[in-house]
């Protein structure tokens, strides 16, 4: 193969594996090449648009939140799981509380049923509510010891969060004040935790 042809060849392959790449720094907020955000931003404004102004500001208030307790709330099941396997080894789901267990396999045979709803549905730590996460850190809390400060740090906050998780996930608007003690207790957490 002459070298204009390979080097031709190496280009394309280059700008193909970047081109892959870039998609998931893109989805991280992080700008590779054209900017993306001014196109999504119009597909926002005209999904939006029907909604009157106030339900409009109040959706994009409540998006910034929900995105932040989605990455708080899964930094959390990688923690745990990570812990554990660490631990425990890969078999370490079996040595959790029977109850915690058994309701998130529920809400997994659950999720199968549901054929026609497409997303994840193999793990099951997915499964499990967020306030059993803290619950499971607590049972395992010699795992967890010399990471989070103690129990009541861990349980105060993952209450307190979990009560605006909820509030979030049904749609329901929240006060100022709430929206700067979430960002406070994620950023005590993140501070805590070392991320």
Known sequence: MDNNLKDLRD???RGLMLESEATKFQKAGIQ????SNYSEEQLLLESLAPFNINRRNNSLEMARLYALLHCFENEIRALIR???EEKEGVEWWGNLPTKIKSHAESRQQTALKDSWLE?????LLGFIDFGMLASIMVEKWSYFENIIPSQH???QRMDELEKARNFIAHNRMLLPS???RIYMYVADWNRVIGL
């Open 178 to 180: 709430e929206f700067q």
């Open 119 to 123: 997303g994840e549905k193999e793990d």
């Open 32 to 35: 590779i090449g054209a900017d």
């Open 82 to 84: 990570e812990t554990l």
């Open 11 to 13: 280009f394309f392959f």
């Open 153 to 155: 740090w861990l349980k």
